[in-house]
T-cell receptor, first 115, second 112 residues
Framework: GDSVTQMEGPVTLSEEAFLTINCTYTATGYPSLFWYVQYPGEGLQLLLKATKADDKGSNKGFEATYRKETTSFHLEKGSVQVSDSAVYFCALSAGGSGNTGKLIFGQGTTLQVKP | NAGVMQNPRHLVRRRGQEARLRCSPMKGHSHVYWYRQLPEEGLKFMVYLQKENIIDESGMPKERFSAEFPKEGPSILRIQQVVRGDSAAYFC??????????FGPGTRLTVT
């Protein structure tokens, strides 16, 4: 079945460092891909998305490119801030007819940014 | 436009009791999804509902769990005869068309 694999955390960075969180997926068809962020004690917020190959999603300085050839959707940010400390989830929604839109999540990666 | 609302935010139940979790979708959204997040794990899909219909319940445990989304009122996830393994955060998400999902703050269920 469809699945998402993220790099294990926690990831600890200093402020202004470059961030990469790896995400790879397995899916039949052409899924849509998402990154969600969860701050402590809160629900998930959509960070960015891409719906087809080579699309780049971007928001708040974060970017991720849908790479069909490597089945990846790595999250990047050029300069992280302390306020970016959170748990980041990669997710997919299967494509094709009959798709109900349910999301399949990776296990989450905790990011801690130190001043 | 208010976001997705869930209540209660925290719920404590003794083993064997019933837990009832409510989700009010965003205005204009007729699609609701429920997910469960066990400690130190990602979210797992449970059920997808549209008004008065269960569309996909492939992630729901076969026993003790049920969900509904009536014509009027919130969606309800019901867990009967709770056990310690049901302790988790339960999130609902709503969607206008079954595509982009907006998550609520979650209900954290603790079974003692």
């Amino acid at each position: 079945g469809d699945s998402v694999t993220q790099m294990e955390g926690p990831v600890t960075l200093s402020e202004e460092a470059f961030l990469t969180i790896n995400c790879t997926y397995t899916a039949t068809g052409y899924p849509s891909l998402f990154w969600y962020v969860q701050y402590p004690g809160e629900g998930l917020q959509l960070l960015l998305k891409a719906t087809k190959a080579d699309d780049k999603g971007s928001n708040k300085g974060f970017e991720a490119t849908y790479r069909k050839e490597t089945t990846s959707f790595h999250l990047e940010k050029g300069s992280v801030q302390v306020s970016d400390s959170a748990v980041y989830f990669c997710a997919l929604s299967a494509g094709g007819s009959g798709n109900t839109g349910k999301l399949i999540f990776g296990q989450g990666t905790t990011l801690q940014v130190k001043p | 436009n208010a976001g997705v609302m869930q209540n209660p935010r925290h719920l404590v139940r003794r083993r064997g009791q019933e837990a009832r979790l409510r989700c009010s979708p965003m205005k204009g959204h007729s699609h609701v999804y429920w997910y469960r997040q066990l400690p130190e794990e990602g979210l797992k899909f449970m059920v997808y509902l549209q008004k008065e219909n269960i569309i996909d319940e492939s992630g729901m445990p076969k026993e003790r769990f049920s969900a509904e989304f009536p014509k009027e009122g919130p969606s309800i996830l019901r867990i009967q005869q709770v056990v310690r393994g049901d302790s988790a955060a339960y999130f609902c998400a709503s969607s206008p068309r079954g595509d982009e999902q907006y998550f609520g703050p979650g209900t954290r269920l603790t079974v003692t």
